[in-house]
């Protein structure tokens, strides 16, 4: 009989770190073999480890370590498509910047006409930002700015807290803005990017839910959360969004790349950047955070609209 087989549970209940700890070479050779990098191999086996703790569906139908077997291979295969998904976005770019050589006439792409390029292609994409409310109703661009001052406005008069939450540039973004917010819109606003809590409960509760655990614990619903993704696909960010609206809080959001994206649906004020290119998508999020705040500030009247002209 094989060492497998041997201890191999037959209910969720008898499954412990130990259990699924004795796999975890195995594991790690199976997700190496399929990712080719170690590092990723082994993101991808503290992946399957935390979904095999944290699962309901083992029957004992097979061994524990076929079932450990089968996890790693679908989260091996996961890392596999967001990466292929992240080579797409870049060669996306790539495909953006030729069109705009194309639209001004150029041929080539020489180094003194990128900067025109780049803000062309900037000034059209903010022309095109979509905006819609909870219902899927569109909005006026300006309409929806005036909501989103509304409803955080509101947050302020209830002595709430605007949270913003967001991956990578999109948490540099929630950072800079939760800072502006209270220092210059003196409204109370935070980020949830604590380096020891994301990885915290990256560790303990899995990366999908670095958002939620907090927002369930100081949301409420004189409270705004802003979601900010790029890709709005980001499952983090989904269940952040889902915590705040269990909580009773106003959701914002923002969102590019694919028009269906599931963020751009769920919020009270939905905005779209139209591109697969993070740059641009992260570049006009920020800005639009910047007039949300600054409408704010001139009806507070602590900036004058002169500062605009």
Known sequence: MSRASKWAPNRMSDIDAEDISREIPRLFRV????VGDRDKA???????????????HFDGRSTLATWLYRIAVNCARD????????TRDRVSFDGEVAGMASSWG???IKMKDFGNLFFGKLASLAAQIRATDASGQGLGFSDAIERAADVIEKTAADSGTV????????????????IDFWKNGAIRAMAF???SALTCLGNDCGYAHVFDKPIETFASSADTLVAISSSGR??????????AQAKGSNVLTLSGFDPDNPLSAIGEVN??????????????HQGLCHCILDLIMIRQGSLGKEHFL
């Open 106 to 108: 150029i041929r080539g």
């Open 42 to 56: 082994h993101d991808v086996v503290q992946d399957a480890c935390v979904k095999a703790l944290r699962t309901n």
């Open 234 to 243: 980001s499952d983090n960010i989904l269940n952040g969004v889902k915590a």
């Open 271 to 284: 905005l779209f950047v139209p591109s697969h290119a993070y740059g641009p998508v992260e570049v006009l």
């Open 193 to 195: 990017n604590d380096a």
């Open 163 to 178: 949270f913003f939450i967001g991956n990578g540039g999109s948490a540099a973004i929630s950072s800079h803005m939760a």
């Open 79 to 86: 890392h596999l498509r967001k990466e292929q998904r992240a």
């Open 31 to 34: 997700a190496l073999r399929i």
